[in-house]
Antibody, heavy 121, light 110 residues
């Protein structure tokens, strides 16, 4: 059974840096073609892709957020970490991590339950 | 950057067929994936590679992709199919390849 779970702060202040961890089980990020992605969803709005890291440590970022994002992996711990700098209230959203397959076509399955991050002073 | 356009809403009576479209420039040359998201839940993959179904997804869910439009078709719609549906592609055409999601379609079962 493949599971992913997001963890991190539920509340951050404007200008702070957000660090989220995705802890997964049931698959290895050493397997060719596999990746882990981050996707967010503001309340009542659509999904927005943020970043993706592959088994070979190749990384891809959303062009609109690239300057603020860093994605890393720790294969031995089965974790992927996303950092987002200079947080703003518009970054309030549920943040999901998900396994990606089929590189470079990349679909996401399964997804974690998501974690709601609120940006407020 | 590549844009995927979905209708905001689609309504269908139980037992009928729902068709949710996803428009994009020459989307037929890309692989399209579809997700179902019910309120308060994480998205679930229902179609990948245009028309393949993950295990556990009913055969009532099917997909097609040609020209500038991809379509998710749900046959014999049930009340439990009411959800938001999102299409997704991998855009390799730009200088910065990446994932693109459509704006989502709310399916209402009348």
């Amino acid at each position: 059974q493949i599971t992913l779970k997001e963890s991190g702060p539920t509340l951050v202040k404007p200008t702070q840096t957000l660090t989220l961890t995705c802890t997964f089980s049931g698959f290895s990020l050493s397997t060719s073609g596999v990746g882990v992605g981050w996707i967010r969803q503001p309340p009542g709005k659509a999904l927005e892709w943020l970043a993706l890291i592959y088994w070979n440590d190749d990384k891809r970022y959303s062009p609109s957020l690239k300057s603020r994002l860093t994605i890393t992996k720790d294969t031995s711990k089965n974790q992927v970490v996303l950092t987002m700098t200079n947080m703003d209230p518009v970054d309030t959203a549920t943040y999901y991590c998900a396994r990606s397959q089929g590189a470079p076509i990349n679909w996401f399955d399964p997804w974690g339950q998501g974690t709601l991050v609120t940006v407020s002073s | 950057s590549y844009v995927l356009t979905q209708p905001p809403s689609v309504s269908v009576a139980p037992g009928k067929t729902a068709r949710i479209t996803c428009g994009g420039n020459n989307i037929g040359s890309k692989s399209v994936h579809w997700y179902q998201q019910k309120p308060g839940q994480a998205p679930v993959l229902v179609i990948y590679y245009d028309s393949d179904r993950p295990s556990g997804i009913p055969e009532r869910f099917s997909g097609s992709n040609s020209g500038n439009t991809a379509t998710l078709t749900i046959s014999r719609v049930e009340a439990g199919d009411e959800a938001d549906y999102y299409c997704q592609v991998w855009d390799s055409s730009s200088d910065h390849p990446g994932v693109v999601f459509g704006g989502g379609t709310k399916l209402t079962v009348l």
